[in-house]
């Protein structure tokens, strides 16, 4: 089955240093593949998503993920982190061929220190 | 402005009984989802529909039910045999046409606590 693997739950930085926020897919397919983000007691707001017109994938927020197929990864990263970054975010796939059917991640906590 | 609305953003309930949560989209989008957010869980699909009069079971379906009469209204009714409700619950659309790229919409959520 479809899945996703956001590893760790948390993850903490610095104002001003790299975010990476990492997503494995498993699937022998290349997938469709989103991320989204959350603030607290809000709905999810998409970040970008991959549609494999280019691997390099720039998003909202000064966010970009990496389509590497080699890896089955897509990671999400932001070179300087924002105080207004903290958040909770998800990464997202379906199946090729699939119906409209999301499968997420379980989520990582981006905490930003000042 | 187009968008995804629920209501309300806080319920309480008592164990025992059925609650409906409203959710309403005027972005013309033909399918709809229900999901559940629990902390450290990830959003699990319990319903979805992609036509009117016509929806699915997702992964943990048991103890919820919901309609679809018209396009735009999507609501769920939280059963008494759901046996832990308390959770973030969330509505979601988007197009069917256009293929796979198409994203998910999100609603703002609600928030059942059973008392």
């Known amino acids: 089955a479809q899945s996703v693997t956001q590893l760790g739950s948390h993850v903490s930085v610095s104002e001003g240093a790299l975010v990476l926020l990492r997503c494995n897919y498993s699937?022998?397919?290349?997938?469709?593949l989103f991320w989204y983000v959350q603030y607290p007691n809000q709905g999810l707001q998409l970040l970008l998503k991959y549609t494999s017109a280019a691997t390099l994938v720039k998003g909202i927020n000064g966010f970009e993920a990496e389509f590497k197929k080699s890896e089955t990864s897509f990671h999400l990263t932001k070179p300087s982190a924002h105080m207004s970054d903290a958040a909770e975010y998800f990464c997202a796939v379906r199946l090729t061929g699939a119906n409209s059917k999301l499968t997420f991640g379980k989520g990582i906590t981006l905490s930003v220190r000042p | 402005d187009g968008g995804i609305t629920q209501s309300p953003k806080y319920l309480f309930r008592k164990e025992g009984q059925n609650v409906t949560l409203s959710c309403e989209q005027n972005?013309?989008?033909?399918?709809m989802y229900w999901y559940r957010q629990d902390p450290g869980q990830g959003l699990r699909l319990i319903y979805y529909?992609?036509?009117?009069?016509?929806?699915q079971k997702g992964d943990i379906a048991e103890g919820y039910s919901v309609s679809r009469e018209k396009k735009e209204s999507f609501p769920l009714t939280v059963t008494s045999a759901q046996k832990n409700p308390t959770a973030f619950y969330l509505c979601a659309s988007s197009r069917t046409s256009g293929g796979p790229y198409n994203e998910q919409f999100f609603g703002p959520g609600t928030r059942l606590t059973v008392l």
């Open positions: 699937s022998s397919v290349p997938p469709y």
């Open positions: 972005l013309n989008h033909d399918a």
């Open positions: 529909s992609q036509i009117v009069n016509d929806f």
